[in-house]
């Protein structure tokens, strides 16, 4: 079992930066994927962007040249840099992971775009 606590999550004005940081415990293996997903009330969850072990990124449209997903594995840690926030940004971001073919979740921390 992993287990997935995000934090960083807070209000902020539109065009402002904010990190969300999620920390990954438990039995991790060394090839997994890491993700910020997010849900804003009365849409879908999205993704925002993933990284693998190896680096490697992908990232939603609408997010594409604002967001920065980076990891630290010696952390077990995943973090996504935000700037030029919009307030169509704001929504409950979660943290995944996808561990030996097994998606875990964190609980997600909200992200409010507001002047």
């Known amino acids: 079992q992993v287990q997935l606590v995000e934090s960083g999550g807070g209000l902020v004005q539109p065009g402002g930066s904010l990190r969300l940081s999620c920390a990954a415990s438990?039995?991790?293996?060394?090839?997994?994927?890491m993700a910020w997903h997010r849900q804003a009330p009365g849409k879908e969850r999205e993704l925002v962007a993933s990284?693998?072990?190896?680096?490697?990124?992908n990232y939603g449209t609408s997010v594409k040249g604002r967001f920065t997903i980076s990891r630290d594995n010696t952390k077990n840690t995943v973090y996504l840099q935000m700037n030029s926030l919009k307030p169509e940004d704001t929504a409950v971001y979660y943290c995944?992971?996808?561990?030996?073919?097994?998606?875990?979740w964190g609980k997600g921390t909200l992200v409010t775009v507001s002047s």
């Open positions: 438990g039995r991790i293996s060394t090839s997994n994927i």
């Open positions: 995944r992971q996808t561990n030996n073919g097994v998606l875990y």
């Open positions: 990284i693998s072990s190896l680096g490697t990124t």
